[in-house]
Structures are given as C-alpha cells and as structure tokens.
C-alpha cells in the first residue's frame, strides 16, 4: 500500500509539474497557425452527440494521432491496452480472443466461451464472443472507454465498463483516408475508406479495407526449421450503405468480414526462474524448441452485417439496430512451451486445439429518445440477444469433445435527465433484464446438461454541476449485473461442466471535468469505489489443470483516473493519462489449486489449495501511466514534426494466487514517428517505431506445467504514409 501511494504521489507530481510548466509556456508566440486551444472532443456516451466535458460519466477518448500511432506495426486489438486510464487488455488466444479489463475488473478465462464484465461494441452492436470481441478495427473515428457499470443505456450488461468503437459513416461530401506502413519482418499494413454521395441527398456509401500481415520471424530449434512461427495475416472490409429518403428518416446498412489465418500466442518453457519473475537464459525472442502444435497455427473467418434504422418524430426520435455476427475459426498450440527434452523439466508435454466450428450471434434493439431543447431529455429502449455456437476441445491424447452452447437475453432500460437549473443536472436510469445460458455435448466426453438462468433489476443516479464555463463536477452512483456463467471445456479432460452465479456491483464515483488557463489544458479526473458481490472468477490452471469458474464472497476496489491534455504551445502538445486501482478478493475461505513449480506465497489449506483471501483481482495492474507528446516545425505548407507515446505498468498479478514468478512490474513501451506532414496536401510521411526499446515484457503464463510465460510483440521499424481527401 505504501508503494501504491509513493507511485499515486509521483504521478500527481507529474500532472502538476506538466500544468506548472503549461502555464509557464502558455503566452508563447504560435510558431505556426494552429489552434492555441485544447480542441472540443465529441462523444456518444450517453447515445447522444455530446461535448466529453459535459457528461457525467468518467470517459476517455481515442483518436487522432495517438490511434494512427498505435496500429503503424500492424498490432491487434490488444494495443489499446493502457492507452487510456483504467484501461488494460491482454490475451493468451494470440489475436483471436483478447480479454479486457476496466478498473481492475475483467475475466481472466481462455475458453472460448467465456463470460466478460467488458463489452465491446462497434458500431453500436455488441461483441459479446470472446471471438467477436477480436474484430479488426480500421477506417476508425475514434474510440471511447466508458468506466464502470454502464447498462442502463447500452445493450448488454456489463459490470466493468465498455470499449466503444466508432468507424467513419458515409457522408454526402467526396472523402477518402488511406495509412499504410512497412517495416521489420515484413510487416505491411493498409488501413482505409472512401465514400460519398452516389445518389445526393438520398444514397452515400463507404468502403473500408484492412490488410495486416507479417512474415514468420520466429524460429523453431526443435524441427531446425527458420522462420517457423510469428506471423499472421488479417484482411477485412466493410461496406455501409446510408439512405436518407426523406429528411426524417434514415437507414444505414453495414456488411463486413474478416479472414485472419497466422500464429496464436507463442508459450515459452521455463523462461522464469523458480523465486523470480525475470525472464532467464532459456528465453530468446527469436526461437522457440517445440516438438507439437502444428506450429501453433490460427484461422478464423467471420461476416456479419447491421441495419440501423432511424425515424424522427418530431421531438422524439425511434432508432432501431437489428445486427447478425457469425464466426468459425480455431487456435491450437504447444502449451508446454517446450519438448521432452526442456528446456528446463517440463513434467509432460501438452498439445491442444480449441475451435468454434460455427457461431451466430443476433441482436435486436429499439430506444426511443427525446429530441428538444428543453430541461427535460430521456431514452427508453429495449434489447435482445441471441447467440448458438459449438465449442471443440482436442487435447490430441484423447477423442476431441464439441459442446453446443446458448445464450438469450432480453432487457428493457431506460434514462432521464434534468436540468434543474442551466448549471446542475440530475440523471436517472433503470434497467430489467433476464439471461439465460445451456450447455450440452455433442460428441466426446459425456457429461449432464447445464442450463443456468436470473434476472435483475439495476439503475443509476447521477448529479453534475457547472461551476463556470470551464469547470464542472460530477457524482454517480451506479449499479450492474454480470449474468450466471457456464464454464464446460473440463468435460473434454473428464471433469464436469463449472457454473458461477450471477455478479452484482454497486459503483460509486466523484469526477471532474475541467478547461483550464483560457482552455490550454484539459484536466479530467474521476476517483472510484466499488464493491462486487459474487464476483465470478476463473480457476485457471494450477498443478491440476483445471479451468473452473467459482464466485468469491465479494471483492473490492478504489482508486482514481486522470485524463489531461497540455497545449504548451500551438506546436507543443502534451497529453498524460494515469490510474490507480486497488483492488482485493474478500473470501476467507476461497481456496484454489496452486501452480505446479512456481513459489506460492499465499497460504494452503489441508488440501494444498492456495487461499486468496485478500489478493489482487487477476490482471488488475495497481496503476497504469500514459503519456504522449507532439512536436512540430513549420515548412513551407506543411510541418515537420515528432511524436512519441508511452505507457506503463505497475504491480500486475496473473493469477488468482500470488507467488514470485507469476507477475509483472513497472513494464513499459514506447512508440516514436518522426516526419512531415502537408497540411494542405493533406498527407504526411514518416519513420516510426513500435517498441522502440525492444522491451522484453511479460504478458502472461501457464503455470500447470512449468515455469511457462508469453511476451509482447518485438520492435518494429518502418515507414508509413497517410493521406486524406
């Protein structure tokens, strides 16, 4: 606790200094005609087109030149993680099945049918597969985070938060982007769209394509095979059509796919020591000694498509999203990380694949929501949800096991707001939903039928106030419900089918939003409090190799979230963004099946389980920090510029017992592009690189085996290009 607090104290130090020397800077002459002024970000938090500064809900905001950055490398989905406070994401599926993590709260589960506190939704349609959650993202707007329970206006419960993603519309304006960027281990990607009217005033559209691939990099000392593993290729492309026959009603319609064929995650043998969690000699980057996996080969495909329908009624506006998702696809991988032969002991050798054979998801949502200029606004909606996919184990010494899974759920919510007065607003929302989930086998091993079921009754509160133009506070109080959860890969070990009981939440949070020094710095904070009742959990691993879902007593958290943008100058532009969360597990007699060679510190029960009473969530960094800065100098119509961004972590446990190999500590990474853009060209060239330390970060582990750990993605160095027209 005193470590969290010397770390809290350095970051605030770090956001004051940043503002004293802002202020310091702040009558500087403009080198170049840019805004002097942190620019106005617009947000739909609320479903609803609002100034970010005027919602009272803690969110952050990614886009521009922080998200371009971000994807130059060809990175997936998971490079969002810590890009924005209270933020953390991580995956031991490769790039087909990332798990999210908002305020210390997620699901460490690797089943491909795992349940998530963390909703993604793209395009106003929720991801609720950990598959679909692993969509590519391109021709992308901007990105929000919306921290802490958020279904009394979005579709599908969630008790952590959402990741909300915006792709660009079509428009009625001729418009086009194109990024594309090479560099080591061939990395090549292409991210763009064009549109615009094909019929004026009532047809527009937009095309969008993504390709991302990678030479394999990665050799195998085993099969003395060069270039064996590491690569992947993502192609994926998107059409929306938009009509707008009359001026009240519209409807856009959206089709996709994507097609990703490369590696899934790459398990190291023995890379930890017994009593340490630093990476040791047996570790190289570049080679691995694997005897099985296949090559530890993924594939997945999958389309879906969307109507979103919109009708004016004049004060009121009906919105309907009708969205159909499917996916099949499969990972399999060497999972000791090693052969026969080590390196290190390796107890034995373990080879399997996990495969979606088919998955459709349907949902259907319809919200009505005030549309005037009065003190009074509101939204009433309602949601279902249908999903059916199989889910095939083949652990390869024993007959692969197909499980057929189902989920349905429905919900009805609403929110009002009311400005009392022009500078205090008071907010209401409620939300009903029932959810229902089965389990059966297919074929392999037998096991009963599981069908779990509940419905729950959640709402929030919240007050905001203006205290000027520029500064305002908030406070919520929110609660939130997680669904009973179903857990059946086991059976395909001959072990039962694991259910956890539904989680609740009560979330409490003060925050504010502020533009300071004639809006040359934008300061954001929130500071949070939460408590968890049955928090569902994954018993992951352990020396008996399980994976289980139990439900704790309670768990619970604190901390805070500060978002900030510093407009040094119009050419020097700073942004830092920081979170603390201190989260804890409250079950004194929760017990789980420690590791089979790492060194436990909790204490054991009679039956050698480890007791977790008192530990961090899994996967719950005790802080996170990132910071990006943006230099340029004028030339002729352009700039010459620099941009760099970092991020780091603190203390990270990935278990649900701790011991002094399975953690991460402080890890960092940085990213830095230096080139010119042409404004009124409106295009730019660069070098950039990604992991520009070449840091050798530990992201994960299997800890059934033996001392086995999985790393961040390497440097890459290249050159990219955008443009825009």
């Not at 394999?216 to 929306?240: H, M, P, S, V, Y």
């Not at 000699?281 to 498509?305: C, E, L, T």
């Not at 998955?359 to 009065?374: C, H, I, K, N, Y």
């Not at 919240?462 to 009973?484: C, H, I, T």
Request: aromatic share 12%.
């Amino acid at each position: 606790m005193h470590h969290a607090h010397r770390t809290l104290r350095r970051a605030l130090t770090i956001s004051c200094g940043a503002a004293a020397l802002a202020s310091a800077l702040a009558a500087a002459p403009a080198a170049f005609a840019q805004d002097s002024k942190v620019g106005e970000i617009i947000i739909t938090a609320q479903r609803r087109s609002e100034n970010l500064q005027d919602v009272p809900v803690s969110v952050a905001a990614i886009g521009g030149e922080k998200l371009q950055a971000t994807f130059a490398a060809g990175d997936d989905i998971l490079a969002l993680s810590a890009k924005a406070p209270g933020l953390y994401a991580e995956s031991s599926n490769g790039r087909a099945a990332p798990r999210f993590y908002i305020r210390g709260l997620g699901n460490a589960d690797f089943d491909l049918a795992a349940s998530q506190p963390v909703s993604i939704i793209q395009d106003e349609v929720v991801l609720e597969n950990v598959v679909l959650k692993s969509s590519p993202i391109y021709d992308l707007d901007h990105v929000e985070v919306l921290r802490g329970p958020q279904g009394t206006l979005f579709g599908r419960n969630t008790t952590a938060g959402i990741v909300k993603f915006d792709t660009v519309k079509p428009s009625e304006e001729f418009k086009g982007r194109v990024a594309a960027s090479y560099g080591s281990f061939n990395t090549f990607t292409f991210d763009g769209g064009v549109g615009g009217a094909i019929v004026p005033g009532k047809v527009a559209v937009r095309a969008s394509a993504l390709l991302q691939r990678r030479d394999d990099w990665i050799d195998n000392t085993f099969t003395k095979t060069e270039n064996a593993l590491g690569g992947f290729e993502e192609k994926a492309g998107r059409l929306q059509v938009l009509f707008t026959p009359t001026e009240k009603l519209s409807a856009l319609f959206n089709v996709h796919a994507r097609d990703l064929d490369g590696t899934a995650a790459v398990f190291r043998a023995n890379v930890l020591t017994k009593g340490s969690n630093q990476l040791n000699s047996n570790y190289d980057r570049d080679k691995v000694a694997y005897d099985a996996g296949g090559g530890n080969h993924q594939r997945y495909k999958g389309y879906g498509a969307s109507a979103n329908i919109q009708y004016d009624f004049g004060g009121a506006k009906l919105t309907s999203i009708t969205a159909y998702e499917n996916t099949h696809g499969y990972s399999r991988g060497d999972i000791d990380g090693g052969n026969p032969a080590g390196p290190g002991f390796i107890p034995f050798q373990s080879d399997t694949q996990d495969a979606i054979p088919n998955l459709f998801q349907w949902t259907q949502e319809v919200r009505l929501a005030s549309d005037t200029d009065g003190p009074l606004s509101w939204q009433v909606g309602g949601f279902y949800f249908d999903t059916k996919y199989a889910i095939e184990t083949n652990p390869f010494f024993m007959p692969p096991t197909r499980l057929q899974q189902k989920n349905k759920a429905w919900a009805v919510f609403g929110q009002a707001s009311y400005a009392v007065t022009e500078a205090f607003t008071l907010t209401g929302g409620l939300r009903y939903t029932e959810d229902d989930k089965d389990l059966k086998v297919m074929f392999g091993n037998a096991a009963p039928a599981v069908s779990v079921s509940d419905d729950h009754l959640s709402w929030d509160v919240s007050a905001f106030l203006k205290l000027d133009e520029n500064v305002s506070v908030y406070g919520k109080v929110a609660s939130g419900f997680r669904g009973p959860s179903i857990q059946g890969r086991d059976i395909a070990f001959g072990s039962p089918a694991s259910t956890a009981r539904s989680e609740t939440i009560m979330s409490y949070e003060v925050g504010l939003k502020s533009e300071l020094l004639d809006r040359r710095i934008r300061l954001n904070g929130a500071m949070f409090a939460y408590t968890v009742d049955d928090p569902q959990f994954s018993a992951v691993g352990g020396g008996s190799n399980s994976n289980r879902l139990i439900n704790a007593k309670k768990g619970e958290a604190f901390g805070l979230e500060l978002d900030s943008e510093f407009v040094i100058t119009p050419n020097f532009v700073v942004t830092a963004g920081y979170s603390f969360a201190q989260t804890k597990i409250k079950d004194a007699t929760l017990a789980v099946a420690p590791c089979a060679a790492c060194t436990v510190t909790d204490p054991l029960n009679a039956a050698g389980q480890a007791l977790v009473n008192g530990n961090p969530f899994p996967n719950a960094p005790r802080y996170t920090f990132d910071f990006t800065a943006r230099y340029s100098y004028p030339v002729a119509s352009g700039e010459l510029f620099a941009f760099t961004d970092w991020k780091r972590q603190g203390y990270t446990n990935l278990f649900l017992y701790q011991s002094k190999e399975f953690y991460s500590k402080n890890d960092f990474e940085g990213g830095l592009k230096l080139g010119y853009a042409n404004k009124e060209g409106g295009w730019e060239l660069a070098a950039f690189a990604r992991n520009i330390t070449n840091e050798h970060n530990i992201k994960g582990a299997i800890d059934f085996n033996n001392l086995t750990a999985f790393v961040n993605e390497p440097r890459v160095i290249g050159v990219s290009v955008d443009a825009r027209f």
